[in-house]
């Protein structure tokens, strides 16, 4: 994958955010925060350089591009964190206003028919039987119409944080499917399972909030 594009509007983007949370949640001075910072984006750029690029139907692309600069932030970091205070540092670096805003947004279109049909374009397009790094999802709509399942057989993010040894830290990144749901306002999050934790599938379940 080239850093041009998505990777460096994504480094743009978040890299203040992500050097920011260092301080205000893994406890590390403005100095070695920004220490960190710096040695992260060769990390990443190398991270990026060794990925596929993406087909253009992919939606998930993205979410890896995220993955990688996480990875790399990890790896430039003095002392591994634990799981538990990963997954606070992720999410606060991740929901920058704009990004809340974007889900406010997403979240007005939910459930609506463009919505669906996205969804199984999606399941149709199988993207990771041609591209390790990307996700095989399998798509159900709840029978009682209270929202609908994204059931996930292939993850591209356990792909690349097994491969840069990360693995066990997976699930701070697969937590932020509640952040974000939050943040769109209109939908419930529900989880059994998901394949970093040993299932044999991630369920992403979106129900839909009910008016008070």
Not at 4 to 27: H, Y
Not at 91 to 100: D, E, F, I, N, W
Not at 146 to 157: D, M, N, Q
Not at 158 to 176: F, I, N, Q, R, S
Request: glycine share 8%; charged share 25%; hydrophobic share 40%.
């Amino acid at each position: 994958m080239k850093y041009a594009g998505m990777p460096f509007g994504m480094w743009a983007l978040f890299a203040g955010s992500f050097q920011k949370q260092l301080t205000a949640v893994l406890g590390y001075d403005a100095d070695t925060a920004k220490a960190i910072t710096k040695k992260a984006k060769p990390q990443y750029r190398q991270i990026i350089a060794g990925l596929p690029e993406f087909e253009k139907a992919d939606r998930f692309k993205m979410n890896l591009v995220n993955c990688a600069m996480l990875g790399a932030f990890i790896l430039s970091m003095p002392q591994r964190p634990e799981v538990d205070r990963l997954t606070d540092y992720y999410a606060k670096a991740m929901m920058t206003a704009p990004v809340q805003w974007f889900c406010r947004k997403s979240g007005k279109s939910k459930f609506t028919p463009k919505d669906i049909a996205a969804m199984k374009a999606t399941a149709a397009l199988k993207a990771a039987d041609r591209n390790p790094y990307s996700w095989n999802m399998e798509f159900y709509e709840y029978p009682d119409g209270s929202g609908y399942e994204g059931r996930f057989t292939k993850c591209g993010i356990c792909v690349l944080m097994k491969e840069l040894g990360l693995y066990d830290l997976t699930p701070a990144l697969c937590h932020l499917d509640y952040t974000m749901s939050e943040a769109g306002g209109v939908t419930n999050f529900v989880r059994q399972y998901t394949l970093a934790s040993g299932g044999a599938y991630c369920d992403c379940g979106y129900k839909k909030k009910k008016n008070k």
